[in-house]
């Protein structure tokens, strides 16, 4: 029967991503083992999280178990986590020609009250040959190969996307495998909510405070957007993503690059929206164009449904 055929085919990440990897025939196989790494710290944050380990262990025991997972993988060369300072350097022996940038554990002011939260990464390609150095992973998020999320919620999401359009998955916990659940997602091109911070309204820019003033007297007779903000952005993307809207973390008087950042929160989300046929913007540009200069630099953010993100556009180009 078409249900049981269903039920017995899994196709999880690892297969999901060897499908893709037929469109690369040059590819080793590399990518799918830099992935496997990345699911497999996953899963081991997801345990830890519904185990409800508190927030300080749960901050440096999630990004211990991502530089381990990711240097044993053998196929990364630089790493940059919201944790360290610094980026690390793969010793050459276990070498590999990825770049993986992540926020190991997203949301950790949630963490206590049990709200969701989540790990966000991003994956570049280097240069081979030369020694790495920091620049390469300075790049522009559009060089990104690869983006995703995983939310530890009331289910365990996994979103990726790896250039060709973004597909979730859920983790079976009786398998401990994610299975594909929402394949080809599409961002609504209008939605009805917004998602921001308005304890900081007093400090915005004007196109901002004109954009969410709209959202809520709304001039075209239309009505009101609802307002939600869980204060995790994976939750708030991840909603997003999948009921349609805005997620804004703009720039205000006390933080004119706004609190998120580049590397490993603005340019993964921005990729998925993108891919999902959304759009992501900084209040100058489109996000992925954006080229960090240092490894923890933040940027004003505005993602979500296309036609969302045309209007704050709209405003900030008559600003100027
Ligand atoms: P992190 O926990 O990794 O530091 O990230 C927290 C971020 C992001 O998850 C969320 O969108 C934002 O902080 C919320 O900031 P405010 O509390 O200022 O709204
Ligand atoms: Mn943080
Ligand atoms: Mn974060
Ligand atoms: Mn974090």
Known sequence: HAADAH???LMTITRHVLNEQTKHPESRGDFTILLSHIV????FVCTAVNKGEEQKKLDVLSNEV?????????????LVSEEDDEATFVEPSKRGKYCVVFDPLDGSSNIDCAVSIGTIFGIYLIKEGAEPKLEDVLQPGKNMLAAGYCMYGSSCQFVLSTGTG???FTLDP???EFILTHPDIKIPKKGKIYSVNEGNAKNWDNPTAKYVERCKFPTDGSPAKSLRYIGSMVADVHRTLLYGGIFLYPADKKSPSGKLRVLYEVFPMSFLMEQAGGQAFTGKQRALDLVPTQIHERSPIFLGSYDDVEEIKALYAAQV
């Open 66 to 78: 991502f530089i381990k997972a990711l240097v044993s993988s053998g196929r990364t060369c630089i």
């Open 40 to 43: 497999l710290g996953c899963k």
């Open 7 to 9: 039920r017995t085919d």
């Open 166 to 168: 973004v597909n979730g």
């Open 174 to 176: 009786s398998l401990g």
